[in-house]
DNA sequence: CGTACCTTTGTCAATGCCTG
DNA sequence: CAGGCATTGACAAAGGTACG
């Protein structure tokens, strides 16, 4: 797979539609469609668009500058970076801002390297949502940027705005890493370094998607609490899924979402604290340990640990003996 | 097999925030 | 304002992997 299909399959998510299966080619028929359909069907709307064009190509080789566009020429950027909320008192009042002020920074593009005309988002979606509710065009610095430079300059912004929960952050690492960029780029992109990085993709993987999501962004939520839902999440999937569907939970705000999960997951491992998991060195769950009472059960998964307790069975003898010997010693 | 490089994990100190 | 706690950035070491 090329870069330029990874890139697109994660743009094509973004967009809500299906990821497309590997392997299979974009019609480039449909894109040329589309373009066209844009500028408009009669000619001379497209001997319009045509000289546009060519003035638009002169300012963007000269440099950067900025245009105004409407917001419907504009895509969405190649990496989404954040989760969606329902009630955004922000946003409303940046529309209401610009709604009175004008729209007073520009936002940043670069040109579609596919679609002629179009743009994609480096940074300031929220300016362009607001521009787009309103109706108008929104200004916007367009630059030939490379990949690389798309993304860096997406996190670099959203930095400033310091507003990206750890989660968000987390989130945008996996997925610029899943598009095939380098470690490099992404610790560019989140100003970070490699050690953190690291801690930001694992939670993100560790993580299920819809788990992520019916908690939201959780700003006040640190690493911490974050790897210790990676924990809760490995060691018991499906009572975290149980938790987060509760009915309830949909009413609290997404910090006390985070915080309800883990309380009750520390909750239910205090109940059972006689049981507990044995996981091979590469991390396979292989084994449950039960203790009540007199009695100690040791559950071996087949499926992570084929043969191993026939195998072990075999040796309980000479275990039985190094266990005296040990024993003996203290 | 040894080496170099990359990734992961553990830990610590500085900082900020909250509460009494 | 002090004390406790969470967060965050940074460093070091361990673990893993690719390559000659």
Redesign the pocket.
């Known amino acids: 797979m090329s870069r330029r299909d990874t890139v697109n399959s994660i743009f094509m998510r973004k967009a809500d539609m299906p990821a497309p299966s590997v392997g299979v080619e974009k019609n480039p028929d449909r894109v040329r469609a589309g373009a066209v359909s844009a500028m408009g069907a009669s000619l001379q709307e497209m001997t319009e668009a045509a000289r546009a064009a060519g003035r638009l190509q002169a300012q963007i080789s000269s440099g950067f500058s900025v245009l105004e566009i409407t917001p419907s020429d504009i895509s969405n950027s190649l990496i989404s970076d954040r989760i969606p909320v329902e009630r955004d008192a922000e946003f409303d009042a940046l529309v209401a801002s610009i709604a009175e002020h004008g729209q007073k920074v520009p936002i940043l593009v670069r040109p579609d390297p596919e679609k002629e005309g179009q743009y994609q988002i480096a940074y300031g979606r929220r300016r362009l949502r607001a521009a787009a509710k309103l109706g108008l065009k929104v200004k916007a610095i367009v630059q030939n940027l490379s990949d690389n430079e798309l993304v860096i300059a997406q996190g670099k912004e959203n930095l400033d705005r310091q507003d990206l ?2 989660i968000e952050k987390a989130l945008f690492a996996h997925r610029l890493e899943e598009a095939g960029y380098a ?1 490099d780029v992404i610790i560019a992109a989140l ?9 930001y ?2 939670v993100a993987r560790g993580v299920p998607q819809t788990v992520i999501m019916a908690i939201g962004p959780a700003p ?6 974050w790897l210790a839902l990676v924990d809760a999440v490995s060691s018991s999937p499906k009572k975290v899924e149980a938790i987060i569907e509760d009915d309830a939970f949909a009413d609290l705000d997404s910090d006390q979402r985070l915080q309800r999960v883990l309380s009750k997951m520390a909750a239910r491992d205090a109940k059972k604290a006689t049981g507990e998991t044995w996981k091979t ?3 396979q769950k292989a084994a449950q340990i039960e203790r009540s009472g007199t009695k100690t059960r040791i559950t071996f998964d087949e499926r992570m640990v084929p043969e191993f307790a026939d195998y072990l069975t075999t040796r309980l003898d000479e275990l039985f003996e190094e266990f005296g010997a040990v024993r003996s010693q203290r």
Not at 191 to 199: G, I, M
Request: charged fraction near 40%; charge should be positive; avoid cysteine.
């Open positions: 929960s750890f470690r100003s970070t370094d490699k050690a953190d990085l690291s801690r993709i694992s006040k939520a640190g690493r911490a609490r060195r590469q991390g």
